[in-house]
């Protein structure tokens, strides 16, 4: 009966987001205890070399599966970091009060939204709330104002030339926006949205031009820039920022907002250390988000998500 829930869980958290829909992770029920492996397999080089975005992506995960088990009831204990790339044993401990249900359902609803976003403000308080839920992991949000904003626009156009110019990175990405259908991973060209005016530029995932996503009539006026950072910069560090960009992304999608992580701002080193000076050096920065309104209610397609992540 554990095994049945554990597996549940697992097949619930496979709808995380990660680096270009690698999901690099990999589940496995051992008794009462549900086991999340890093699944180096699908480590980035060139990209992501340190595993940072990877470990984010297991973080991702692991908060999902968390969310699923907290909705239907059950009580659970969480071991973080036990043994290298086993990087989270989660336990069935009993039975409480379901919680949370609104994230569980909106776990299938989320989709990386890359379209600009309304003019139309987020409510107030909301960022708040996101400060509150990642805070609780240990993890910081900084939102940009006006001055932070033009540097960070600065940043994000800085890292877009440096993948650009860089061989390596371009053959990387070409591998991973070039899938079969068959690998059910990688970046969806459906899911994508070729460049058009915004406050700050995104990340081109097909610079040939194959994007399939119209932009629409948004320019990205009502949307809200955060960092989420850290005091410390090692694989736990990673790993929480990873669940409350979880945590972030749910509440975000319950909310009927719209979402979309900025990973390559993080990625590139050189950027990065742009990241560290915008937090006035108290951090480092783990991941940027994107919120806002959604300019239309056109959905985004659904990416494709492996089936092969869980054992036992």
């Known amino acids: 009966m554990t095994s049945t829930i554990l597996r549940s869980a697992a097949e619930t958290a496979r709808h995380a987001p990660s680096i270009f829909n690698t999901q690099p992770w990999r589940w496995e029920v051992r008794g009462d205890a549900l086991e999340l492996h890093a699944d ?51 336990t069935v401990t009993g039975t409480a009060q379901p919680t949370g249900t609104n994230l569980r359902d909106a776990i299938p609803e989320r989709h990386t939204d890359r379209r600009p976003f309304a003019d139309t403000p987020v409510p107030d308080g909301f960022v708040d709330r996101l400060r509150d839920v990642a805070e609780a992991r240990g993890v910081y949000v900084a939102e940009l104002d006006a001055d932070s904003l033009v540097r960070f626009q600065v940043t994000a156009a800085r890292a877009g030339e440096l993948d650009e110019n860089d061989v390596a990175y371009q053959a990387e990405l ?36 194959a994007e399939g996503l119209l932009p629409g009539p948004g320019h990205d006026g009502g949307a809200r820039y955060l960092v989420l950072w850290t005091v410390g910069d090692s694989p736990a560090d990673w790993l929480a920022a990873g669940e409350a960009m979880s945590a972030a992304l749910l509440a975000t999608t319950a909310a009927g907002l719209a979402v979309s992580p900025m990973t390559d701002v993080v990625e590139v080193p050189a950027s990065r250390a742009m990241l560290h000076r915008l937090l006035d050096n108290l951090g480092e920065a783990q991941v940027a988000l994107r919120i806002g309104v959604p300019a239309t209610s056109d959905a985004v397609p659904p990416t494709p998500r492996r089936a092969d992540v869980i054992a036992g």
């Open 40 to 90: 180096r397999s699908r480590l980035l080089p060139v990209t992501d070399p340190e595993g940072r975005m990877l470990t984010v992506s297991c973080g991702v995960a692991l908060h999902h599966a968390l969310v699923a088990l907290a909705a239907e009831g059950h009580r659970t204990s969480v071991e973080r970091g036990v043994d290298g790339d086993l990087l989270a044993r989660i």
């Open 174 to 209: 070409a591998e991973w926006t070039h899938r079969p259908a068959s690998s059910a991973d990688g970046v969806a060209p459906g899911s994508t949205v070729a460049p058009t005016p915004r406050k700050v530029p995104l990340r081109s995932f097909f610079p040939d031009g």
